[in-house]
C-alpha cells in the first residue's frame, strides 16, 4: 500500500490533491425503514479480517505523511446507505460482499426479519455504512 | 435484488466538496465498473481508471455515458505500477480500494 501511495504522488503534480474515500468498520447500524417509522434492530459485527484491513490503510497513509509525501488537509465522516426490499436480499449481500469483514448474530437477524414483517407494505432494510473521506495534499520536495 | 444505494447523495456530496474536479485531469484508482467515477468524471477534461478486474472494466466501459467518451479511459494496472508519466494527474481517488 505504501508503495502504492509513492506512485500515486509521482504522477500527481506539485500539490496535486488525493481523495481517499472508503468505508470503516464501526459495527454499522441496521433499521427497518418505513414513510412512518425507522426501527434500529441491531448492528453488523465487525472480524478481525475487515478491522486488520481498516488498520493496514490507515498506517500507510500516517507512513506517507511521516514521509513526507502528502500532507492531510481534511477529513470527515458521513453515512453510505444500502437498502433492500427485504431482510433475506441484505443477509445475502453481507455474505457475497463482505464474507470475512462483517457478519450479523442470530439475534440481530431475528429482529430484523421480525420488525420487517410486521412493518408497513413500504418497509425496507437499510445498513448505514461509515464513510471516511479524506483530502491529502501533494507535499513540493524540497 | 432491489437494491438501493446512498439514496441522500452524501458520497457525490462530500466528493465534491473536497476536490474541485472542473478541468482537472483525474486518475481513480479501484474504478471497479465506474460507479463512482460516473459522479465527477463530466466535470474533469480527462479521467481514467484504473483497475485490475478486466471484467468491472469492461462494464465501465460499456456503461460510459456516451458524452464522456472522449474523456474517460479505463485501464488494467495495479496501482502500485501506474502506467503514466511523472506530474500527469491533477486529482487523484482512492475509491474504496486501499
Not at chain 1, 124 to 136: A, S
Not at chain 2, 20 to 36: A, H, Q, T
Not at chain 2, 69 to 88: G, N, V
Amino acid at each position: 500500500m505504501v508503495h502504492a501511495l509513492s506512485e500515486i504522488r509521482r504522477v500527481l503534480i506539485p500539490n496535486g490533491i488525493l481523495i481517499d474515500l472508503r468505508p470503516l468498520l464501526d459495527r454499522w447500524s441496521i433499521e427497518v425503514v418505513s414513510a412512518r417509522e425507522i426501527k434500529e434492530t441491531g448492528r453488523v459485527q465487525d472480524f478481525p479480517l475487515g478491522l486488520a484491513d481498516d488498520e493496514s490503510a490507515n498506517k500507510s497513509l500516517t507512513q506517507a505523511g511521516q514521509n513526507g509525501w502528502f500532507n492531510r488537509n481534511r477529513e470527515e465522516y458521513f453515512s453510505y446507505s444500502y437498502s433492500w426490499d427485504t431482510p433475506k436480499e441484505m443477509e445475502a449481500w453481507i455474505e457475497e460482499e463482505w464474507e470475512g469483514f462483517i457478519g450479523m448474530d442470530e439475534e440481530t437477524i431475528r429482529a430484523t426479519r421480525s420488525a420487517w414483517a410486521l412493518g408497513d407494505a413500504d418497509t425496507r432494510v437499510r445498513l448505514n455504512v461509515k464513510m471516511l473521506i479524506t483530502q491529502w495534499k501533494v507535499m513540493n520536495e524540497p | 435484488m432491489t437494491l438501493q444505494q446512498d439514496a441522500e447523495g452524501n458520497e457525490r456530496k462530500y466528493l465534491h466538496a473536497f476536490a474541485d474536479f472542473s478541468n482537472k485531469r483525474v486518475l481513480e484508482i479501484g474504478c471497479g465498473e465506474g460507479r463512482l467515477t460516473w459522479k465527477y468524471a463530466p466535470a474533469s477534461s480527462l479521467t481514467v481508471g484504473l483497475d485490475l478486474d478486466q471484467d468491472a472494466l469492461r462494464v465501465a466501459l460499456i456503461d460510459s455515458p456516451h458524452d464522456l467518451k472522449r474523456k474517460l479511459f479505463f485501464t488494467r494496472a495495479q496501482s502500485e505500477h501506474i502506467p503514466f508519466s511523472k506530474e500527469t494527474f491533477d486529482i487523484a481517488v482512492l475509491a474504496w480500494s486501499l
